[in-house]
């Protein structure tokens, strides 16, 4: 069974920095590509970040680009977003998600919000 399990959301000051972590089971890691998405109440899912299955290609939205970064690290079958400079705009439920060709698996996401 493919477990996604996300961590390390929280309350941050605006202004801050926090790293996500999304560890992957039940699934062959390293030919997936990995992404970040996010849920802002009362909004649509929306993209935030992805990285290729062996980590030499990334892509960012637009609103984070320059502020966020995602890696991941296959021998941990982990996924990571860095976010600095965090906005209250940032708050949201962050979600991961394992894409290969049809094969579409999403985490339970963690809560991030910033706040002063």
């Known amino acids: 069974q493919v477990q996604l399990v996300e961590s390390g959301g929280g309350l941050v000051q605006p202004g801050g920095s926090l790293r996500l972590s999304c560890a992957a089971s039940?699934?062959?890691?390293?030919?997936?590509?990995m992404a970040w998405f996010r849920q802002a109440p009362g909004k649509e899912r929306e993209f935030v970040a992805t990285?290729?299955?062996?980590?030499?290609?990334?892509v960012y939205a637009d609103s984070v680009k320059g502020r966020f970064t995602i890696s991941r690290d296959n021998a941990k079958n982990t996924v990571y977003r860095r976010m600095n400079s965090l906005k209250p705009e940032d708050t949201a439920v962050y979600y991961c998600?394992?894409?290969?060709?049809?094969?579409?698996?999403w985490g339970q996401g963690t809560q991030v919000t910033v706040s002063s």
């Open positions: 990285i290729n299955w062996s980590g030499r290609s990334t």
């Open positions: 039940g699934l062959t890691f390293n030919t997936y590509d």
């Open positions: 998600k394992a894409l290969r060709g049809t094969s579409v698996y």
